[in-house]
């Protein structure tokens, strides 16, 4: 990477089908829908220059748009499947964000809508790690399971 700050995207991929729990990224908690948080973490970050949402869900592409994110195309639907890797989903956007604006981020975040609590400063934690470590090209946020998970039905 360059001497200048680099060029960072948050890309938040949210469909809108889901069979274990039916729109889930727009299941809200304390008052605002998932989708909501990860755009929130995105927009805190002092290093996130563009937040994106890959969504096949018109009505997720009018929330995250309430909330401040860019959703300038709607997912294929052969991208939004249960099955769907990331990877491909990660291609679409970088592809379409490349030709359309001409715009190549150096690093990608992923916040997913379905993992909304985040600490304060972890986004921008996590790129200055990745920063600090010339031989990584990746980063992954993992957090130690609490005792108090644990369900008993």
């Known amino acids: 990477m360059s001497e200048r700050a680099a060029d960072v995207l948050a890309l938040i991929p ?11 990224n727009l299941a809200r908690m304390a008052g605002h829908p998932l989708l909501a ?3 929130a973490a995105a927009r805190e970050s002092q290093r996130i220059r563009k937040i994106v949402v890959s969504t096949d869900d018109e009505e997720l592409r009018e929330a995250a748009l309430s909330y401040g994110a860019l959703v300038p195309f709607l997912r294929p639907a052969e991208l939004a499947q249960d099955d769907t890797p990331d990877l491909p989903v990660f291609q679409h956007a970088l592809t ?9 981020p150096e690093l990608v975040v992923q916040l997913r809508p379905t993992s909304p609590l985040r600490p304060c400063g972890c986004v921008d934690e996590a790129i200055a790690l990745l920063e600090a470590h ?7 946020a993992v957090t130690a399971r609490s005792r108090n998970n644990r369900f008993a039905f």
């Open 14 to 24: 949210a469909r809108g089908g889901s069979k274990s729990i039916p729109r889930k």
């Open 37 to 39: 948080w990860s755009i």
């Open 96 to 104: 379409w964000l490349a030709r359309e604006w001409g715009f190549r």
């Open 134 to 140: 010339a031989d990584a090209d990746s980063v992954r």
